[in-house]
Each structure stands twice: as structure tokens, then as C-alpha cells.
């Protein structure tokens, strides 16, 4: 996993693999994709300031390791044994544990936040999720969530586009799941292009998310002005606002543990 220190004496850490289940930092072609988790982070890094915050399915880990910028403390926890050992390298920061989402190896009542960007659509029992998430939140602990928009992300359809998806939510149903395990929901907002991804969005045939969807499913090279393109995107390209919520890419909610 670690390979040789570079010139100033930082090992050098692989990449995880890109296999379309999690977003990694570092790859053109995927930037996009990795901005767009991206901005819900920067947009919420404030809610876990000086906290005890708990990443439930943290992934590459780059998510968690801004937290750990501000926060008291970071654990991420994550069923994948490679994406595990990758943060604990890569990632010192903050502390890794191996476990199922399900049965959190967390104890009750013992985080100020709990953290689960684009990760509650991959979980086959929701409910069980979010139940665990309140056991390990303190009274008054709030709960970051995110996750694609169903009606946006796979259109008129009963099942998911992305093969990785158990079940996608629109608002609607996102509030109901919070609401049914004991959550007040304080916000429900979502994630918009701005002017430049709108503009992008014209440029690329009236939708730059499909033009990089056709190339990456034909398998073929990419066009250098696409990848530019993917390339500069940045989080500030993206809008977080609470109108619109239906016609937004992704959801962002704050949950509350009465």
C-alpha cells in the first residue's frame, strides 16, 4: 500500500481503485464526480468544529480528513478491509475502524456528529442504518446526510441507474426514513450546478453529466476539451440551496437526535 517516500520524505500512498462505487480524489476524468461530494463537506465542515464526529462509510477518506481539520476527533468506519488500511495510511488523522454500517462498533451516546455523505443508497436496510446512527449520537447530536436525488439521478425509473445503488430517495422519502428512526429533520437542501456547470451543461449537448456518462460507458478515450473541462471543475461551480429541492442533483439533510 505505501510505496517509496518522494523527495521531501512523504510516503507516497497508492490510489484505491476506481470501480465506481466511491469517488477518489486525484483522477481527471473523475473530477466531476469528486467535487460534487466535495462541496457538501466544505459546505458543512462548520457543524463539526471542534466535535467528536463519527464518518459512517468514509470511503478514500478524504472527507474525513477535512473534518479532522476542525474537529476534536474523527472516527470513520467502513466495511471495505482495503479502504480501511488505505485511510490509516494515507490518513492519520483520523482513526479507522472495520465494520458493518448496520450494527455501528460504536458505543451509545458517545459522538457529537455523525457524518454519511453518498452512502445511505448503498445500504440494503436504510432504516437499520439510521436507527444505528441515533443510538451512537448524543441528545442534541446532529446527523450530516447526503445522497443522490432520485428523481434527478435516475429518471423515471423504479430502479437505480448506478449498479452500486440498493435504493434511491427523493426528499420525500429521505425525511420519512428520518423521521421514522427518531430524527427531527432541521434542514433539507440540495445540490445545484451554477453558471459555469450550466453553461457546461449547453456546451456538452444539454447535459455535461451525460456526455461524461456515454464516454466513460463506450470505453473509449476521452476528447482532450471534455477532460479539460471535467478537469477545472470546481466546488464553488456548485450551489447549495433549498429551493428547487426536487430538481436538485443531490440531497443534503440535518437530522437532529431529540
Same mark, same amino acid.
Not at 464518518?55 to 474537529?71: C, H, K, L, P, R
Not at 451516546?109 to 454519511?116: E, G, K, L, Q
Given at each position: 500500500m505505501t510505496a517509496p517516500a518522494d523527495a521531501s520524505g512523504t510516503p507516497s500512498i497508492d490510489p484505491l481503485p476506481l470501480?465506481?462505487?466511491?469517488?477518489?480524489?486525484? %483522477?481527471?476524468?473523475?473530477?466531476?464526480?469528486?467535487?460534487?461530494?466535495?462541496?457538501?463537506?466544505?459546505?458543512? *465542515?462548520?457543524?463539526? /468544529?471542534?466535535?467528536?464526529?463519527?464518518?459512517?462509510?468514509?470511503?478514500?477518506?478524504?472527507?474525513?480528513?477535512? %473534518?479532522?481539520?476542525? /474537529?476534536?476527533?474523527?472516527t470513520g468506519v467502513d466495511y471495505d478491509a482495503s479502504a480501511v488500511a488505505h485511510v490509516r495510511a494515507r490518513y492519520p488523522r483520523v482513526e479507522m475502524i472495520?465494520?458493518? *454500517?448496520?450494527?455501528?462498533?460504536?458505543?451509545? /451516546?458517545?459522538?457529537?456528529?455523525?457524518?454519511?455523505?453518498?452512502?445511505?443508497?448503498?445500504?440494503?436496510?436504510?432504516?437499520?442504518? *439510521?436507527?444505528?446512527?441515533l443510538r451512537v449520537l448524543r441528545p442534541g447530536g446532529e446527523l450530516l446526510i447526503s445522497t443522490p436525488n432520485r428523481i434527478t439521478f435516475s429518471p423515471g425509473r423504479d430502479t437505480p441507474l448506478n449498479p452500486f445503488h440498493t435504493r434511491e430517495l427523493n426528499a420525500a422519502e429521505l425525511t420519512e426514513l428520518l423521521v421514522e428512526a427518531g430524527f427531527t429533520v432541521s434542514l433539507m437542501t440540495g445540490v445545484h450546478h451554477g453558471p459555469t456547470l450550466k453553461a457546461l451543461d449547453a456546451k456538452h449537448g444539454g447535459s455535461f453529466i451525460d456526455a461524461q456518462i456515454e464516454r466513460a460507458l463506450a470505453g473509449e478515450a476521452w476528447p482532450a476539451e471534455l477532460t479539460a473541462d471535467v478537469a477545472a471543475v470546481g466546488i464553488d461551480d456548485f450551489a447549495l440551496r433549498p429551493e428547487d429541492i426536487d430538481a436538485s442533483l443531490d440531497l443534503v439533510a440535518i437530522a437532529v437526535k431529540p
Open positions: 470501480t465506481g462505487e466511491r469517488t477518489v480524489p486525484g %483522477i481527471a476524468e473523475e473530477n466531476y464526480w469528486f467535487r460534487r461530494h466535495e462541496i457538501v463537506y466544505a459546505r458543512l *465542515l462548520d457543524r463539526c /468544529a471542534g466535535k467528536t464526529v463519527l464518518e459512517a462509510g468514509s470511503g478514500e477518506g478524504y472527507g474525513a480528513d477535512m %473534518i479532522a481539520g476542525v /474537529a476534536h476527533r474523527v472495520q465494520g458493518n *454500517l448496520a450494527e455501528l462498533p460504536i458505543e451509545d /451516546a458517545s459522538v457529537d456528529v455523525v457524518v454519511n455523505f453518498q452512502v445511505i443508497e448503498h445500504l440494503w436496510d436504510q432504516g437499520q442504518f *439510521l436507527r444505528e446512527c
